[in-house]
Nanobody
Framework: QVQLVESGGGLVQPGGSLRLSCAAS????????MNWYRQAPGKQRELVAV???????NYANIVKGRFTISRDNAKNTVHLQMNSLKPEDTAVYYC???????????WGQGTQVTVSS
């Protein structure tokens, strides 16, 4: 069982930055991949960024060049640095742990990000 707690959301003006954190209850070095998703009102949840156990990262095209995912194994925490934020980035952001064996996904409760002037 993996418990995840997100933090760092809030209200920011367009062009601003936020850093989200996802704290895990287990060693994230043992988790195959850590993901950030987001869900805007009335829309489906979408994948934003991924970082694998080996450190490989991947991003949705809409955030590439603006968002950076990183992991701190010593603190069992994954971060999402979000720069040049736009109103369309407004959503609830969720952290997910992807585990291969046994196959399971674990989700955090989400943190609200609102980009507005």
């Amino acid at each position: 069982q993996v418990q995840l707690v997100e933090s760092g959301g809030g209200l920011v003006q367009p062009g601003g930055s936020l850093r989200l954190s996802c704290a895990a209850s287990v060693a994230i070095s043992s988790i195959d991949a850590m993901n950030w998703y987001r869900q805007a009102p009335g829309k489906q949840r979408e994948l934003v960024a991924v970082i694998t156990k080996g450190g490989t990262t991947n991003y949705a095209n809409i955030v590439k060049g603006r968002f950076t995912i990183s992991r701190d194994n010593a603190k069992n925490t994954v971060h999402l640095q979000m720069n040049s934020l736009k109103p369309e980035d407004t959503a609830v952001y969720y952290c997910k742990a992807f585990v291969l064996r046994p196959r399971n996904d674990y989700w955090g409760q989400g943190t609200q990000v609102t980009v507005s002037s």
